[in-house]
C-alpha cells in the first residue's frame, strides 16, 4: 500500500531537523551530508536558513541537486518509524516577511543568526519523494503532488494564528497552520494535530481545529 501525500506533509510539518545530502565540491562525485534545522513553508517544501561559511552552502550554489531526509524520531526502532526522502533542487530566495516569521516560530534560535548577515534562506523543491512508513507500506511519490497539494497563503494563516491562539491555554503556542492540520509547541515539545476531513479550506480551519485539540488531549 503505497502512502498518501498527507502522510508525507504531516512528517514533514512533526520534524525539526533532518539529513541534507549536497554534492560536495571538496571531492567532487562524492554525497556531502550535514544535519539541518528547517521548516516546512506555506506549501510544505522545506526551508533551511544556512550561513554562506557552510559546507553544504558552497555545494548547493555549485550544484542545486540535493536530497534531504526527515524521520521520526519518537517512533522507536529507526527501521520500523517512518521516514521520508525528498530528492530535488535546494536554492536560495528571496523569503517574504511573513515567511520569515514562520521560520522563527518553528526555529526561534535562528533570529540571532538573521542578525549575523551572512545568513540566507534555501528552499529544498521536490521532484520525488520517497516515503516509507514500515513494513510494506513503501513507494515514490512525485513531487508535483506536493507542489499541488492544498496550501494557505501566508497572509491566511497569520490571521488564522491569531484567533486560534484563543483556543490555547498558555504555555502551548501555536507555530502553523495548513489544510492538513497544525503544529503546537509546548515548552520543548511539539507535536503535529491532524484535522479529521482533510484538507480543509481556509475558511474552515478554525471550526476544524478545535475538535482536533480534543482529540489530541484525549489520547
Not at 492544498?150 to 503556542?173: C, F, K, M, V, W
Amino acid at each position: 500500500m503505497k502512502p498518501g501525500i498527507d502522510e508525507a506533509i504531516d512528517l514533514l510539518h512533526a520534524t525539526l531537523v533532518g539529513v541534507l545530502a549536497s554534492h560536495t565540491t571538496a571531492l567532487p562525485g562524492y554525497p556531502y551530508a550535514s544535519i539541518l534545522p528547517f521548516a516546512p513553508d506555506q506549501e510544505s517544501h522545506p526551508v533551511f536558513l544556512i550561513s554562506g561559511l557552510a559546507e553544504h552552502t558552497q555545494n548547493l550554489l555549485a550544484d542545486p541537486r540535493a536530497s534531504f531526509l526527515v524521520w521520526d524520531a519518537e517512533g522507536g526502532s529507526v527501521l520500523t518509524s517512518a521516514r521520508l526522502t525528498l530528492v530535488g533542487k535546494a536554492q536560495p530566495f528571496p523569503a517574504d516577511p511573513l515567511l520569515v516569521e514562520r521560520y522563527l516560530r518553528y526555529q526561534p534560535d535562528a533570529r540571532r543568526y538573521l542578525q549575523l548577515g551572512d545568513f540566507r534562506f534555501f528552499r529544498l523543491q521536490a521532484e520525488r519523494l520517497r516515503y516509507i512508513a514500515g513494513f510494506g507500506r513503501m513507494g515514490w511519490i512525485e513531487g508535483q503532488r506536493l507542489a499541488a497539494a492544498a496550501s494557505i497563503a501566508l497572509t491566511e494563516e497569520a490571521t488564522l494564528i491569531e484567533r486560534l491562539q484563543a483556543h490555547l491555554q498558555p504555555p502551548q503556542e501555536l507555530l502553523g497552520v495548513d489544510p492538513w492540520g497544525a503544529d503546537l509547541r509546548q515548552g520543548p515539545l511539539r507535536r503535529r494535530l491532524q484535522f479529521l476531513r482533510r484538507p480543509v479550506a481556509a475558511a474552515d480551519i478554525e471550526q476544524a481545529f478545535v475538535p482536533a485539540m480534543e482529540r489530541a488531549d484525549e489520547r
